[in-house]
């Protein structure tokens, strides 16, 4: 992935530093929810009862306490039960910490993604979607893209902190060439999305594939893409024919019953498909940029390994407690996908730089143009201006001249208010100045 570089401030002339001494847990899952809030032929309000649904996702989520839960498969057509998925079975008993991002739907499409996040250790910067493959057309359903940063409890002393990227796609359902062919036309407009929009190393793909083998097109081009660059890794390296398969009978999360029950709502077979995953950035995989995948924390939560083409409550399943293995049973056909990530926090170092703030020259208040001299030409390297929360809301790059050291911003689009400019020096520290904008 292009790197965005997300550097260090203080007010003075120290610079704060990265030790990995610390870090933040964060738990991902993945999640298919079976037409919630959605009706069909076969899945009403009562052989798919959404209120029993939620009580079930409630006791899953205290369970497992997602920081990032991604939901497939529920109802689009308005934004009405994406908001109560959050009311009803997130933020219930007292609970406040999860929000949700924006809304969205292709117009067509009964079922729509969505992400609820703890907003204590996340905040979503920025949101988009794909909705076209490189040939225009539409795809079934969009995938979303949800950009986040966490909030390290050292944020309000400098700038840094970690960007993250989710993904989510619930992928073209059946085997056979056509709904492979939509599948394969969909992840080559992920892989472009990210290519040419996504400047996070760190970066998540996930959901409901429906990929029956990892040798299909449109797992190739995620894992496997021309500019490897931009490969996303399986992070327990697991290729193969998943389909009916006992060797991946740990890793398999559809279906979670045997026969298809509740008037045909529920589909039936057996654990057998591998459809829900989680993929990830080769920067989480190798931790080049302070999150890492934690070994060993990969799991479908209910499998096993030990009910391949069964449901998952046949005999003993002591993979979790019976409570929650119920309640994967009776609210989807498809076994959530969890994993952990590790945050490196940021820890303060101090040190002396040889730039300092009596250095840099500008007004201040600032109008429209934001001119910056230095009076040490040999020294300066970027120039950003931040909000107080940390985020970048301009930069430029010092030119030298023979006379003067010099960066221009154009900051005529910022409102009124109180913000911070940052220099970074070539050896990697910075100063930094807070001005006002008129």
């Known amino acids: 992935m292009r790197k965005n570089f997300y550097l260090t401030a203080l007010c003075t002339c120290l610079f704060l530093t990265s030790t990995g001494q610390t870090v933040e847990k964060l738990t991902v899952m993945t999640y298919n929810l079976l037409n919630y ?16 649904k939620e009580a079930n996702l409630n006791t899953i989520v205290l369970y497992t306490q997602p920081d990032i839960l991604v939901c497939q498969e529920i109802g689009g057509a308005s ?4 908001d109560q998925l959050l009311m009803n079975a997130l933020n219930i008993n007292g609970e406040t910490k999860y929000s949700k991002g924006n809304y969205t739907n292709n117009g067509s499409s009964s079922l729509v993604n969505m992400v609820y996040f703890d907003n204590t250790k ?11 493959d490189l040939s225009g057309n539409n795809l079934v359903r969009l995938i979303d893209v949800y950009r986040f940063y966490y909030k390290d409890p050292l944020l309000n002393k400098q700038s840094d902190t970690v960007y993250i990227t989710v993904l989510a796609a619930h992928l073209k359902a059946g085997q056979g060439g056509s709904n492979e062919i939509q599948r394969k036309d969909a992840t080559a407009a992920v892989m472009s999305y990210v290519q040419g929009n996504v400047s996070d190393d760190n970066v998540i793909f ?16 995620l894992i496997n893409h021309s500019n490897s660059t931009y490969n996303f890794f399986d992070p327990i390296n697991r290729p193969g024919v998943w ?11 559809q279906s979670t019953r045997s026969s298809s029950t509740n008037s045909g709502c529920f589909s039936g077979g057996g654990l057998d498909d591998r459809f829900d995953q989680l993929l990830v950035s080769s920067a989480i995989m190798n931790n080049t940029d302070r999150v890492k995948f934690v070994t060993n924390s990969y799991r479908a939560l209910g499998n096993d390994g030990l009910h391949f083409n069964q449901d998952i409550k046949n ?3 002591n993979s979790a407690p019976s409570s929650i293995i119920n309640a994967l049973y009776d609210l989807s056909d498809h076994l959530p996908v969890l994993m952990e990530l590790d945050i490196a926090k940021m820890t303060i170092g101090v040190d002396e730089t040889t730039l300092n703030t009596s250095d840099v020259l500008f007004e201040n208040p600032v109008n429209d143009i934001l001119n910056i001299r230095l009076n040490q030409s040999s020294l300066a390297e970027t120039s950003r201006v931040i909000d107080l929360q940390g985020r970048i809301l301009a930069e430029c790059q010092f030119n030298a001249d023979v006379a003067k050291v010099y960066c221009e911003m154009n900051v005529s689009h910022l409102p009124k208010g109180a913000y911070l400019l940052q220099i970074a020096t070539k050896d990697g520290k910075t100063v930094q100045q807070k001005f006002l904008k008129n």
Do not use: M, W
């Not at 959605?38 to 029993?52: M, R």
């Not at 996340?122 to 076209?132: C, G, M, R, T, Y």
């Not at 996930?206 to 081009?221: H, M, P, R, T, V």
């Open 206 to 221: 996930c959901g409901d594939f429906n990929i029956y083998k990892s040798q299909e097109l449109a797992y190739q081009n």
């Open 122 to 132: 996340l905040v979503l910067a920025s949101q988009d979607f794909i909705n076209k």
């Open 243 to 253: 389909n009916n398969n006992s060797t991946f009978a740990d890793v398999h999360t």
């Open 37 to 52: 809030r959605n009706t069909t032929s076969s899945c009403t309000s009562s052989s798919n009862n959404p209120t029993t």
């Open 79 to 82: 934004a009405q039960p994406v």
């Open 315 to 317: 005999g003993s399943n």
